[in-house]
C-alpha cells in the first residue's frame, strides 16, 4: 500500500511527520491522510499527486513509482472524458 511504503520510508530515514509538513507545505492532516489510505479526506486528485511527488522527492525516493501505486490503488477516475 502506498501509504505504508511512505510511512516506512520515512522513518527509516528518521524524518518526522512535521519535517515533511516543515519542508512540502503539505499541510500534516493530509500527510496523515496519505500515510493512511485516507484518500476520500485528500483533495482534488491532481493536487494529491502533486502532493505524493512531493513527498517522495523529500525522502529521495523514485515519485513515479509511488505514482504509478497511487493510480493502482485510486484508479484514474479523475481524467478528463
Known amino acids: ?5 511512505l510511512r516506512a520510508l520515512r522513518r ?5 511527520l512535521d519535517m515533511v509538513e516543515a519542508k512540502t507545505h503539505i ?3 493530509y ?8 484518500y476520500p ?15 517522495a522527492t523529500l525522502l529521495n525516493a523514485d515519485a513515479d513509482y509511488f505514482l504509478e501505486l497511487y493510480a ?6 479523475d481524467l478528463i472524458d
Open 1 to 5: 500500500m502506498l501509504g505504508e511504503k
Open 12 to 16: 527509516g530515514q528518521a524524518v518526522s
Open 27 to 29: 499541510q500534516r492532516g
Open 31 to 38: 500527510l496523515v491522510a496519505l500515510e493512511q489510505g485516507d
Open 41 to 55: 479526506s485528500l483533495p482534488d486528485p491532481m493536487y494529491t499527486r502533486n502532493f505524493i511527488r512531493a513527498y
Open 72 to 77: 493502482d490503488e485510486c484508479g484514474k477516475c
